[in-house]
């Protein structure tokens, strides 16, 4: 009885290893497969300028026309593409982790799902981009033209967008908790349900921007031009909007619990259902708002008298 509990034992270990084996040499038979060797290589050789899924890390490409090019799922990272040009590829899935993109030329690339963590987009133009669902923690992106660019569930988080020109952009879902967005330009941008916690908007630009039901939660909005935004279902418990234009904003149904509206502007601006205890409102002004249903308990208002 014990033999035969010994020999099942070294059967199982056998077929154990066997198929861990046919594994490690599928694995090991797919990298190093002739045809992925042949596209790398020509790729390299400026033969083509497609090479999906290649490991091109540390590559130079330089000053390389890939206008159009295949690249989803390669890894690029470290590569060199000092004067690259890569409108209207594809890099959908890429690893551009830490890659140097300064100042290039990606209109209408195809960066969604990428990993683009630690990388620098400073002054790129990324007008028309995909990014959806792209990984740009940290990244920089100070100065870049995101005009029309798709953002939607892209994660930012920590990221610099200092004055980006992102109009009509689509950040709808994005994470940017605790990005540095001053002086951003996002005229027209959708920001339905971003997550904006901590984020540093000061002098930003949104007008008739779509932020409802975004989180603002301690978010700084100091002298931003809020036009005609809609707010609605806004989260902006703490948040600083002293000195900001709210003129004909819509902010029914917001929660700015404790927030600090000094010298705000919220004339015709619409304030229906809105919670807005213990905010600050001394020298703001609310020339034809509509306030049914508004909460003001604990607030100071305009004329710094607190309201019961």
Request: glycine share 8%; aromatic share 4%.
């Amino acid at each position: 009885m014990r033999e035969n509990k010994i020999v099942n034992s070294f059967h199982y270990l056998i077929s154990f290893c066997m198929i861990r084996l046919c594994i490690a040499l599928t694995t090991l038979c797919a990298d190093t497969s002739p045809a992925a060797a042949q596209d790398r290589e020509a790729f390299l050789s400026k033969q083509t300028i497609h090479c999906p899924r290649c490991a091109l890390g540390g590559a130079n490409l330089e000053r390389r026309d890939l206008t159009g090019a295949d690249l989803s799922g390669a890894d690029l990272r470290d590569a060199k593409l000092s004067r690259t040009i890569l409108r209207n590829a594809n890099l959908s899935g890429a690893n551009l982790s830490e890659t140097n993109l300064k100042r290039r030329d990606l209109t209408g690339v195809n960066l969604s799902g990428a990993k683009l963590t630690g990388a620098s987009f400073h002054r790129a133009t990324l007008r028309g981009a995909n990014l959806s669902g792209a990984d740009l923690t940290e990244a920089n992106l100070n100065l870049a033209v995101l005009t029309a660019a798709n953002l939607q569930r892209a994660v930012l988080k920590e990221a610099l967008l200092y004055q980006i020109d992102a109009g009509g952009a689509d950040l709808s879902g994005a994470d940017l908790r605790a990005a540095l967005m001053g002086g951003a330009r996002l005229i027209n941008a959708t920001l339905i349900g971003a997550d904006l916690t901590f984020v540093d908007l000061g002098e930003a630009r949104l007008t008739n921007a779509n932020l409802r039901n975004a989180t603002l939660i301690e978010t700084n909005l100091r002298s931003a031009t809020l036009l005609r935004a809609n707010m609605s279902g806004i989260k902006g418990e703490g948040a600083n909007f002293i000195q900001a234009a709210l003129r004909g904003a819509n902010l029914a149904n917001a929660v700015l619990r404790g927030s600090d509206l000094y010298q705000a502007d919220l004339s015709d601006a619409d304030l229906s259902d809105a919670d807005l205890r213990s905010v600050r409102l001394s020298a703001a002004k609310l020339f034809n708002t509509k306030q049914a249903g508004t909460n003001f308990q604990g607030a100071t208002m305009p004329d710094n008298s607190v309201h019961p």
